[in-house]
């Protein structure tokens, strides 16, 4: 099992309405998570992170936590396609200077 | 806030020849970063973690003899590839720890003939 899975895709969404990516982790010891952008070419960008149960919303962008279910998501609202790109959901086990353990991404296209 | 620099954007050397890559955080002091590589199509892929003041920590099966990392001071890490060969060409990207999240730097294309 790897420790962080997520939906390669492609995932393709229409213009205007929500994304929806997931990622799974299996370290319960996990505590912090974040959720990165990364375009074509490019090096990843920093969307959101979150580390309690819920959800955390940002703009057009909400993360959720399940801790129990070891599960965590970002939502996108009104999908632009310039949200189109790979996201990369990553977990650190612990505060401090532990690495980040990265998923593979979903890659998402919004289609106008 | 957290913006972190690398340098060069892009690289072309020779096999055998070495190559220096510059990662700096410019508004804020980092005492740890992190080094990736990535190869076209896949994932990201953390070769070591450079600490300020002390020896990187390597993931395995990464050579340190190889990969060379000096953290010198609280802004800026480097990554010297040595003995380049055309196995080495990829994207490096770096990172720098703020608080409890890393920023990227804008990576390092190498191609190596």
């Known amino acids: 099992q790897k420790e962080v899975e997520q939906n390669s895709g492609p995932l393709s969404v229409p213009e205007g309405a929500i994304a929806s990516l997931n990622c799974t982790y299996s370290d319960r010891g996990s505590q912090s998570f974040f959720w990165y952008r990364q375009y074509s070419g490019k090096s990843p960008e920093l969307i959101m992170f979150i580390y309690s149960n819920g959800d955390k919303e940002d703009g057009r962008f909400t993360a959720q936590l399940n801790k129990a279910s070891q599960y965590v998501s970002l939502l996108i609202r009104d999908s632009q396609p310039s949200d189109s790109a790979t996201y990369l959901c990553?977990?650190?086990?612990?505060?401090?200077?532990?690495?980040?353990?990265f998923g593979t991404g979903t890659r998402l296209t919004i289609i106008p | 806030g957290a913006v972190v620099s690398q340098h060069p954007s892009r690289v072309i050397c020779k096999s055998g020849t070495s190559v220096k890559i510059e990662c700096r955080s410019l508004d804020f002091q980092a005492t740890t970063m992190f080094w990736y590589r990535q190869f076209p199509k896949q994932s990201l892929m953390l070769m070591a973690t450079?600490?300020?003041?002390?020896?990187?920590?390597?993931e395995q099966g990464v050579e340190k003899d190889k990969f060379l990392i000096n953290h010198a001071s609280l802004t800026l890490s480097t990554l010297t590839v040595t003995s380049a060969h055309p196995e080495d060409s990829s994207f490096y990207i770096c990172?720098?720890?703020?608080?409890?999240?890393?920023?990227f730097g804008p990576g390092t294309r190498l191609l190596v003939l």
């Open positions: 990172s720098a720890r703020a608080s409890e999240t890393q920023y």
């Open positions: 990553a977990v650190k086990r612990s505060f401090g200077n532990e690495k980040l353990t």
């Open positions: 450079s600490n300020e003041g002390s020896k990187a920590t390597y």
